[in-house]
Structures are given as structure tokens and as C-alpha cells.
């Protein structure tokens, strides 16, 4: 049982480059959340999902885009990769009836 | 407008002694509150919550306050330990689903 786990761990980007983060779970949630935390904030909901062929946004969306194919995949998309959004960028899912949600470890995202 | 404040970015203590984290909300919707920790270079891991319609949830070492009057909840940890160093996130849910976090209170606990 693996949990969440995100694909990849680091990145470098250009500006202007695009890229794609993988989040995977293995407990059947149907809720999934892509997070940015920046130096000393706290964790900012960028899209979710409440289940498979669903998306929304969240507190800052603008940039990204995701997609929800597989119930046990969650796919975050930057189309032109910009300085500001250089982050760490952590994937969580939750029961759908539940509040506790359980994150991934985490991928650093350097944009140049 | 944040609606989860963490004022204290950072608290140090010494081992043994009380650990109080502090957090305060201003969306009423709020009715249901966690705690999270989190390591370096690790995620988030869920510590403890409470809902809203009590006003104190304890876990072992870690006990949460909640009070709605003045909108603040506390995270107490007795005695604190060297492990416990660490980030501690508030967070609160209108709701199953999505959570708001607070920008985090670094924990040092010395030996």
C-alpha cells in the first residue's frame, strides 16, 4: 500500500516550457487536491476533484490545468512554465466522506 | 482575506515542557478543524481534529481546543519531545472535502 505518491520528485523548467505531475493513490478516495506551498506559507488549493471525469478550481487555478481519467490519478499541467511558479507542489486525496486528507511527499518545481 | 490565521511562525520550547500552537478562523462555516505536521522535504501527515460541535478532542500526548465563541483553536502538546520539531498546519473544512491552511507554525523543541 503506497498511498499517494507523485511523480516526479524535482524539476528544472525553462520559462516557457510546459510539464506534467503525476499523482497517483492506491486507497480508492474519491477526492483528489493539488496544493503549491511557497517559503513560508501555507498550502494553497490550486484544483481538486471530487471523482473520476471531474475537475474545479481552487484558491489560485489560474496557470494550470488538470485532468481526472482514473479515479486513482490526478494529472497537474503547466502549459507555459513561469517564474512564479516556481513551488512545492504536493498532491492529497480524501474519502468522500471524510476530512483527514493524506499527501504525497512533494515535488520541487524550479522555474528559470 | 485569510480566512485560517497562524500568528506565531515559530515556537521553541524545551523538552518536556507544554507545546501551545495557536489558530484562529473567521469564516463561521467552518465546523470542522485539523492539525497536520509536517517534516522537510516530506507531505503533510494528519495529527488530530475536532469538530465543531465539541470543544476538545485529546490523542495521547496531543489534545485540540476549539473554541467557537472566539473563533481560535489550539493545538496543545504535553510533554513535548525532540521529535515533534517539525511544521504544524491548521487547517478547517465547511464540509467533507476541501480543507483552508493556515501558513504554519515551525516547532524546535530543544533536549
Known amino acids: 500500500n503506497a498511498g499517494v505518491t507523485q511523480t516526479p520528485k524535482f524539476r528544472v523548467l525553462k520559462t516557457g516550457q510546459s510539464m506534467t505531475l503525476l499523482c497517483a493513490q492506491d486507497m480508492n478516495h474519491e477526492y483528489m487536491y493539488w496544493y503549491r506551498q511557497d517559503p513560508g506559507m501555507g498550502l494553497r488549493l490550486i484544483h481538486y476533484?471530487?471523482?473520476?471525469?471531474?475537475?474545479a478550481k481552487g484558491e489560485v487555478p489560474d496557470g494550470y490545468n488538470v485532468s481526472r481519467l482514473k479515479k486513482q490519478n490526478f494529472l497537474l499541467g503547466l502549459e507555459s512554465a513561469a517564474p512564479s511558479q516556481t513551488s512545492v507542489y504536493f498532491c492529497a486525496s480524501s474519502y468522500s466522506t471524510g476530512f483527514e486528507q493524506f499527501f504525497g511527499p512533494g515535488t520541487r518545481l524550479t522555474v528559470l | 482575506d485569510q480566512q485560517v490565521k497562524q500568528n506565531s511562525p515559530s515556537l521553541s520550547v524545551q523538552e518536556g515542557r507544554i507545546s501551545i500552537l495557536n489558530c484562529d478562523y473567521t469564516?463561521?462555516?467552518?465546523?470542522?478543524f485539523l492539525w497536520y505536521k509536517k517534516y522537510p522535504a516530506e507531505g503533510p501527515t494528519f495529527l488530530i481534529s475536532i469538530s465543531s460541535i465539541k470543544d476538545k478532542n485529546e490523542d495521547g500526548r496531543f489534545t485540540v481546543f476549539l473554541n467557537k465563541s472566539a473563533k481560535h483553536l489550539s493545538l496543545h502538546i504535553v510533554p513535548s519531545q525532540p521529535g515533534d520539531s517539525a511544521v504544524y498546519f491548521c487547517a478547517a473544512s465547511a464540509g467533507a472535502g476541501k480543507s483552508t491552511f493556515g501558513d504554519g507554525t515551525t516547532l524546535t523543541v530543544k533536549p
Open positions: 476533484s471530487v471523482g473520476e471525469g471531474t475537475t
Open positions: 469564516n463561521s462555516m467552518f465546523d470542522y
